[in-house]
C-alpha cells in the first residue's frame, strides 16, 4: 500500500512553497522500514528522505557506515 496521496501532496505544496523543487529528485517507491508502514495503516502519512551529501564537508557516506558524518546545515531544510 502507498502513502496517502493527500499528504504527499500536502508535502510536496510545502516543498515548492519553500523553493526547493528544483532540488528535488523523485525516485520509485521504497519500503524504508515496518515502523513507518505500522503508521502510515493507523494514520494518514507521507514520508520524504532528505539527501545530506556534501563533499567540503565530508558528508559522504551512508547513514550505516562507521564513516558517516552528518551535514548539520541540512537541519533546518528538513524541519522546513
Given at each position: 500500500?502507498?502513502?496517502?496521496?493527500?499528504?504527499?501532496?500536502?508535502l510536496?505544496?510545502?516543498?515548492?512553497?519553500?523553493?526547493?523543487?528544483?532540488?528535488?529528485?523523485?525516485?520509485?517507491?521504497v519500503?524504508?522500514?515496518?515502523?513507518?508502514?505500522?503508521?502510515?495503516?493507523?494514520?494518514?502519512?507521507?514520508?520524504?528522505?532528505?539527501?545530506?551529501?556534501?563533499?567540503?564537508v565530508?558528508s559522504?557516506?551512508?547513514?550505516?557506515?562507521?564513516?558517516?558524518?552528518?551535514?548539520?546545515?541540512?537541519?533546518?531544510?528538513g524541519?522546513?
Open positions: 500500500q502507498q502513502g496517502d496521496g493527500t499528504y504527499t501532496s500536502c510536496w505544496v510545502r516543498v515548492v512553497s519553500a523553493a526547493l523543487h528544483a532540488q528535488v529528485v523523485e525516485t520509485d517507491p519500503m524504508p522500514g515496518e515502523d513507518f508502514a505500522f503508521f502510515g495503516r493507523k494514520i494518514p502519512s507521507a514520508m520524504m528522505f532528505i539527501g545530506i551529501r556534501n563533499d567540503a565530508g559522504v557516506h551512508n547513514l550505516h557506515s562507521p564513516n558517516f558524518r552528518l551535514d548539520e546545515d541540512v537541519l533546518p531544510l524541519a522546513a
